[in-house]
Nanobody
């Protein structure tokens, strides 16, 4: 069983920055692929950024150049540094963990990010 706990959400003005963190427990963290997803009201959950167990990263086009995903295997955490935030970034952000050889995925409870003037 994997437990994921997100933190770092909040309210910012357009152009502002936030740093989200996801702490994992109950597993060998380094073997997991990790991702940040978001879900805005009335919209489907979408992948924002991912990082494999080997450190390869991927981003949805709308956040490229503004968001950076990173992982610290020693601390069992991943982070999402977000700069130049836009109102369209407003959503609940979720952390996800999975392994390539398993169909099981684990989710955190989510953290709200609101970008508004």
């Amino acid at each position: 069983q994997v437990q994921l706990v997100e933190s770092g959400g909040g309210s910012v003005q357009p152009g502002g920055s936030l740093r989200l963190s996801c702490a994992a427990s109950g597993t060998i963290f380094s073997t997991y692929n990790m991702g940040w997803y978001r879900q805005a009201p009335g919209k489907q959950r979408e992948l924002v950024a991912s990082i494999t167990s080997g450190g390869r990263t991927n981003y949805v086009d709308s956040v490229k150049g503004r968001f950076t995903i990173s992982r610290d295997n020693a601390k069992n955490t991943i982070n999402l540094q977000m700069i130049n935030l836009k109102p369209d970034d407003t959503a609940v952000y979720y952390c996800r963990a999975d392994r390539a050889w398993s169909s099981i995925a684990y989710w955190g409870q989510g953290t709200q990010v609101t970008v508004s003037s």
